[in-house]
Structure formats: C-alpha cells, structure tokens
C-alpha cells in the first residue's frame, strides 16, 4: 500500500512561485504516471499536469507554460514547480497515479494565491 504526502503550499502574493512536493511512502517506479490534481472550493479535482516514468509529461492548458512536473522514481518522490501564479490557482493540491487510485489521496496541500 502506498501512502503519498504532499507538502509545500502556502500562501502567496499573484506573480509568485511554490515548489510543492509528493513524498510517497512506497515505490513510485510502478506508477507509469503521475500526476497533480487541485480542487477549489465549490469545484470538482482536476488534473493539472502527469509525467510518465520516461519523463514525457502533459499540463492542462490553465497552468501550460507556468508549471513544471518533475519526479524522481529512485527518490520516490514527484514536484510540481508553479511559476506566475494567479488568483484562480487557489486549491488544495494533491499527487496521485493518473488514472487516480481513491485508496491513495492524501490530506493535499493548500495554495492560496492572493494579495
């Protein structure tokens, strides 16, 4: 059973940057992708961005060009680098395998983009 661990939000002013992390308590390598997922109040989890195992990745267009995904499968751990961050980025963001298993969300880690 793997347990993930997100860590990294905070709060931050439009225009910032977070580097937010996935810690997993099992091996990552056999999840063939990856993927960061974010819900905002009143809205249903969507998925942000995923990276396979040999790197090839794919970002929603609301975030393409400002976030970066990034695992390291002997670490087992994934990032999720989000640059020219705006208001609308405000969400409790959680890692998961893509398609998401339910057995493994975690807490996620709040981002709250404001002035």
């Known amino acids: 059973q793997v347990q993930l661990v997100e860590s990294g939000g905070g709060l931050v002013q439009p225009g910032g940057s977070l580097r937010l992390s996935c810690a997993a308590s099992g091996t990552i390598f056999s999840f063939t992708v990856m993927g960061w997922y974010r819900q905002a109040p009143g809205k249903q989890r969507e998925l942000v961005a995923n990276?396979?195992?040999?790197?090839?990745?794919n970002y929603a267009d609301a975030v393409k060009g400002r976030f970066t995904i990034s695992r390291d499968n002997t670490k087992n751990m994934a990032y999720l680098q989000m640059n020219s961050l705006k208001p609308e980025d405000t969400a409790v963001y959680y890692c998961?395998?893509?398609?998401?298993?339910?057995?493994?969300w975690g807490q996620g880690t709040q981002v709250t983009v404001s002035s």
């Open positions: 990276i396979a195992r040999n790197g090839w990745t």
């Open positions: 998961n395998r893509v398609p998401a298993y339910p057995d493994y």
